[in-house]
Nanobody, 115 residues
Framework: QVQLVESGGGLVQPGGSLRLSCAAS????????MGWYRQAPGKQREWVAT???????NYADSVKGRFTIPRDSAKNTLYLQMNNLKPEETAVYFC?????????WGQGTQVTVSS
């Protein structure tokens, strides 16, 4: 089992920045992928970014150039650095991890982009 706990959400003005953290615990060795999804009110959960065990990152087109997904393997922590945030990116952001074909999710952290 893998446990994921997100933190760092909050209220930010349009154009601002925020960094989310996802702390992994439990059986963290051999995690193949970690990533972030988000879900806005009334919408489906959507993929934001993923990073694999070789630190290869992929991003949704909507966040390319503004978001990065650094990973600190020593701390078993994944981050989501979000810059130039837009109001439409208000959502609950979820951390996910995949290990041996099993997918794990955190409880989510709320990000609100508003003036």
């Amino acid at each position: 089992q893998v446990q994921l706990v997100e933190s760092g959400g909050g209220l930010v003005q349009p154009g601002g920045s925020l960094r989310l953290s996802c702390a992994a615990s439990g059986r963290t060795f051999m995690i193949n992928f970690m990533g972030w999804y988000r879900q806005a009110p009334g919408k489906q959960r959507e993929w934001v970014a993923t990073i694999d065990s070789d630190s290869n990152a992929n991003y949704a087109d909507s966040v390319k150039g503004r978001f990065t997904i650094p990973r600190d393997s020593a701390k078993n922590t994944l981050y989501l650095q979000m810059n130039n945030l837009k109001p439409e990116e208000t959502a609950v952001y979820f951390c996910t991890a995949r290990r041996f074909g099993n997918t794990y999710w955190g409880q989510g952290t709320q990000v609100t982009v508003s003036s």
